[in-house]
């Protein structure tokens, strides 16, 4: 009777097909090479996570594919956006278990392999493209397209899936719609630049004690600050940096992160202000994992130094900054100011970013 | 053409077995529920890492299973213990992943499940029993014997192990054998003995300036400590405590732990120095992951305060002291000597111990 | 010019008080121990810490002071209690770095301290009470009260913080205020009670197809479950567990929390529901680290099995499950019922609990 | 009585000092910033744990400082570098703690910094400096050297250790004094070589199988690998690349480090393999601190998209690749031949590898 149960698990976590999907090559060719079966089953491991990261995109993206996303919707985007950035926790620190392996043990059976390696995964390139990484802006794997040499399924797995707005497409899409910022009588990107005009007119008359040279790089600073601040001001100035690939974001996308970013104590503005948070920490988690596989890569193989020729592990490095997809989110802070200096929030507007509840309270 | 290698990469990794693998029970009752899948994959991950221990345990187990350990074996068995180390390690640090999951998603799910959870695993059975847990002295699951749920082919898959030695058993074996320590001229053990007693005795005349109750005190304290070492010195002693359950290691074997740990920087002692501490790293990583698992599940079921009778909460934290292996390795420091008043070794016997090179240069 | 940053970053870290403030005693003796560095560096680390968990704790706790907390202050509380969560995370992983320090070697300068060692630090013992460990809950250190050997400004301190409620007490009452529970028309007891009586009615009409023993073991399951269930409902059985300790929660703010829990996706609770889970995160943070605690000690000093008598090591044991705070809200999973058999909440108080903005736009 | 104890803790920890060098500027300046804090402490722990490492490194080079290291050194050794390796880790995880802090905060305080960050340490300075990082090795910050902006103190002790070998270079010596490597009867380079033009021998036959644009492909490769594997057997091409930087090792210290990677198993040799492995980690740990460093700086500042002009940021992303120290122990993996094709090690030399107990055993 009981025994039903423990069948059950067996049997529910289908350990019959898992626990017999480890065919070591070294075997097969009569050299069995012991730890082919570390590299075999750290990469299995890794499958099954990547396939619980896209079963959480599925769902995440689903929610954002409409026009307006439910409020009650936040919660779960935030869990499973919390959970994608768990998953990549710990696919950078399982690199300490493969880390156990000797680079003579990998030399070993090596030679049994094709070029199978975990970073030429079907299911993870699917993860990049899904997240936003467009086929565009990735660095050549050697010669070719990177999906040249994967399988036709596959291949078509991720072309079908190109099809649909990326994670990418949607926030910029749903930071786009961000309601309160361009209203009749409050213009926030108006009130903003007045703030930052303040703070370096300030600045100006602070120059009156300088003289010389000094005065002349003051000034000469605070001139390129507001040339800076000019890059996110002004439309014709931020299409020419889209254009040339320094923004990826649109204009109205980065101005909402701004102002979701700056008065991210607002109740509804609390949960977008850690939807940005995360989609940063996955952005930064996922090129850690790029920087230490590239690392684990040279300690196997032995690129770099001493070496000749383009390799995996060069391929790898030029991934780590290049594939990265929301640099933007990161780029923001370089425009924020003293929240001394922040213009304050007109009633009106902050009452609707409150609770019902709250509002009704303070009337009664 | 060079299709083929990635071909391989999803064949050689198993991958149309691996990820067709998860059903969820939740979406066959048609009922789905999001959060099955990571609880179906978390344990996948658990089943694979449990295949890896049992991989290295075997290796590991064949090199000890000789009467005469190779010396050249030290390195490989350092190096699968380190991996064994380091994934428990990575199995600690994956409840960050479950514990994404909220109560209420357990709850809805839960009733599509039979009895299964992760500590039912006969693979984790199989790998308590070979690193040396016995039947008699596991905590027994609610009311019958550990094995009792299990089908039949994993019962017998366990049973047919248990006939052959556990690694405790081995290690207690490899210690006993030791060289060094039981010589004609030189036996280790009377040696350390005195250097005890010159210790207590230098005591008992430190104890000429007290009087009274600080005097009494201090020699209460000093017998306390000559009767716990007499504990080890005393095969009649040991013998009790083995039989009563205080230690569970023979008495050869303890004294060469401890010749082992006191002399570690020897050269021939300097690899077994490293195997015992791993593998009291092992028992501890063992001992945490039952204690973070048993609090994961009372955040799921909410067993503790609030609710009554007994439970797989409760059943986990018993294990998790309970279910220790080498908890007289760790007992061990309680015997330990400051360096200085350690005796020293005959040269006789720290030539034996070093390395052929050495001993032929200082000849030179 | 320059120059004067990098003083600033030598002096503004106080770099000269705390480059200074390590002295060895084994040094002072005349036999310098290398290990006792660490062991100094280490403590002063978690000393470091701890200091930081105060400064987010009087914050937090001073946000949590006023009778209504205010909606924006939900942000930062949010944040400094997941920073907390942060530095525990750390300091259970920080253990690592102390157990690469032989027991040998603290044996060799043990005999140069007192009894210092981690778990004596007043700012810890502070930590623990502004939480909400009370005295009297508190394992006795050996035979007195755990303040006893304290020096008196330390003593003083935490007697002076005893004065004011701890965070558990605040959250108590902030729970117990929670509104939407208690109305007029709605009740969200008795809604509660009444989904939980049709669940057990629903269990006792499939009922029908058993007989003899399977019977009377179902019905006897179903009364169990349903006198379960009065324990949260029924404020005299609640009182009594309270007095046996079984509850340590008063009833309005357990229900509160049930509330939360089960309603997480209204707008307004989320942040509660969140904030509900940093505190068992953090609960249980303590937890793990105890309990590595223990374990460092057991490996360092060796008590536990071959020893006798009581010891720092049983003493921290003791701890790991008794000086837990929050158990309450593990204990409510187990009060939880699947999602479809939630009762729907009236329009009117969802509303209640929805941001300003997104009615008037339903209302538009 | 018993106090003197606790009052030995506070004391003995020097919790005067290290609990009252937190002074927020923000605080002083009238506008106290709650976030300030952390950023003290976060980089207080940082500066103890760079004491604690040079403390570490202090030992470590004085064993290496004499010509012959003492075998029994090397359990020391190892253990020391291993905790250094553990620091590193706790600090590469510690980013966590700092990335609580919302880049809002840091704009908010950052007014009253100087230009102080941890990359601008002096004791870190150290630390590279003493593994081996040269003054003209390093990337030069903004325009002037490295230590341009100390004060003369730390200026100072910089100048002083860079009078002594590095850790660098101490292993280059020590790994070049290697014996067993070049005897009279066997040299260890030649038979490497003959077994490496064995293999390409052996590819070169198995070329006849094949024709056209594929057979010239293949003997390009082969002549490409040949090519490879003469840049460690030839002194001129070695003396080349070293000039041009490819290698920084000498060839005696790159060939002994070869051989004891693939003989690591012979008794002598385990501990030094060991302490390569240990070598490559610090080297990785480090690479990987100051990735995560510069993506941490990244999100507080936000340099990169969207910025223009040199930064902290830029300047720390140059640093993760060009101030690695120990690259050429990572590029030897390129040099490895798979086990079958070792030459095997004449008795002779294997006998004197051994412990001196073995060979008297086996003689018995």
């Given at each position: 009777?009981?025994?039903?149960?423990?069948?059950?698990?067996?049997?529910?976590?289908?350990?019959?097909?898992?626990?017999?999907?480890?065919?070591?090559?070294?075997?097969?060719?009569?050299?069995?090479?012991?730890?082919?079966?570390?590299?075999?089953?750290?990469?299995?491991?890794?499958?099954?996570?990547?396939?619980?990261?896209?079963?959480?995109?599925?769902?995440?993206?689903?929610?954002?594919?409409?026009?307006?996303?439910?409020?009650?919707?936040?919660?779960?985007?935030?869990?499973?956006?919390?959970?994608?950035?768990?998953?990549?926790?710990?696919?950078?620190?399982?690199?300490?278990?493969?880390?156990?392996?000797?680079?003579?043990?990998?030399?070993?059976?090596?030679?049994?392999?094709?070029?199978?390696?975990?970073?030429?995964?079907?299911?993870?390139?699917?993860?990049?493209?899904?997240?936003?990484?467009?086929?565009?802006?990735?660095?050549?794997?050697?010669?070719?397209?990177?999906?040249?040499?994967?399988?036709?399924?596959?291949?078509?797995?991720?072309?079908?899936?190109?099809?649909?707005?990326?994670?990418?497409?949607?926030?910029?899409?749903?930071?786009?719609?961000?309601?309160?910022?361009?209203?009749?009588?409050?213009?926030?990107?108006?009130?903003?630049?007045?703030?930052?005009?303040?703070?370096?007119?300030?600045?100006?008359?602070?120059?009156?004690?300088?003289?010389?040279?000094?005065?002349?790089?003051?000034?000469?600073?605070?001139?390129?600050?507001?040339?800076?601040?000019?890059?996110?001001?002004?439309?014709?100035?931020?299409?020419?940096?889209?254009?040339?690939?320094?923004?990826?974001?649109?204009?109205?996308?980065?101005?909402?992160?701004?102002?979701?970013?700056?008065?991210?104590?607002?109740?509804?503005?609390?949960?977008?202000?850690?939807?940005?948070?995360?989609?940063?920490?996955?952005?930064?988690?996922?090129?850690?994992?790029?920087?230490?596989?590239?690392?684990?890569?040279?300690?196997?193989?032995?690129?770099?130094?001493?070496?000749?020729?383009?390799?995996?592990?060069?391929?790898?490095?030029?991934?780590?900054?290049?594939?990265?997809?929301?640099?933007?989110?990161?780029?923001?802070?370089?425009?924020?100011?003293?929240?001394?200096?922040?213009?304050?929030?007109?009633?009106?507007?902050?009452?609707?970013?409150?609770y019902n509840y709250s509002s009704e309270e303070?009337?009664?």
């Amino acid at each position: 009777m009981a025994n039903k149960n423990w069948d059950q698990y067996h049997d529910y976590e289908g350990l019959d097909k898992l626990l017999t999907a480890q065919n070591l090559r070294s075997d097969k060719a009569g050299n069995p090479v012991h730890d082919e079966m570390l590299f075999i089953i750290f990469h299995q491991v890794y499958e099954l996570w990547f396939k619980q990261i896209l079963f959480e995109l599925d769902d995440i993206q689903e929610r954002f594919s409409s026009n307006v996303v439910d409020d009650r919707d936040m919660q779960p985007v935030l869990g499973y956006l919390n959970r994608i950035a768990k998953i990549l926790h710990n696919l950078v620190s399982m690199m300490d278990i493969l880390e156990t392996m000797p680079p003579q043990a990998f030399v070993d059976f090596r030679q049994y392999l094709g070029t199978a390696s975990g970073f030429q995964s079907w299911q993870f390139r699917l993860v990049e493209m899904r997240l936003g990484l467009r086929r565009e802006d990735r660095v050549s794997v050697f010669h070719g397209e990177f999906d040249d040499e994967l399988r036709a399924e596959s291949k078509k797995t991720i072309k079908d899936a190109e099809k649909y707005p990326s994670l990418f497409d949607q926030i910029d899409g749903w930071l786009s719609r961000t309601p309160f910022i361009d209203n009749q009588d409050y213009k926030f990107w108006e009130e903003y630049r007045n703030a930052i005009h303040n703070i370096l007119d300030e600045r100006i008359k602070e120059t009156q004690s300088l003289s010389g040279d000094a005065l002349e790089k003051e000034l000469k600073t605070i001139e390129k600050t507001r040339q800076k601040f000019s890059g996110i001001f002004d439309k014709e100035k931020h299409a020419e940096a889209q254009e040339n690939g320094t923004w990826r974001m649109s204009l109205k996308a980065l101005q909402a992160a701004l102002f979701i970013t700056v008065y991210s104590k607002e109740p509804i503005l609390q949960g977008p202000n850690q939807l940005l948070k995360l989609i940063t920490d996955i952005d930064s988690l996922l090129a850690r994992w790029r920087y230490r596989h590239a690392l684990m890569v040279q300690r196997m193989v032995g690129m770099g130094a001493g070496s000749g020729g383009s390799s995996g592990y060069d391929y790898l490095m030029r991934t780590v900054e290049n594939h990265r997809i929301f640099s933007d989110l990161f780029a923001l802070s370089n425009f924020l100011i003293p929240t001394q200096a922040l213009p304050a929030l007109p009633d009106e507007i902050s009452q609707k970013m409150s609770y019902n509840y709250s509002s009704e309270e303070k009337a009664a």
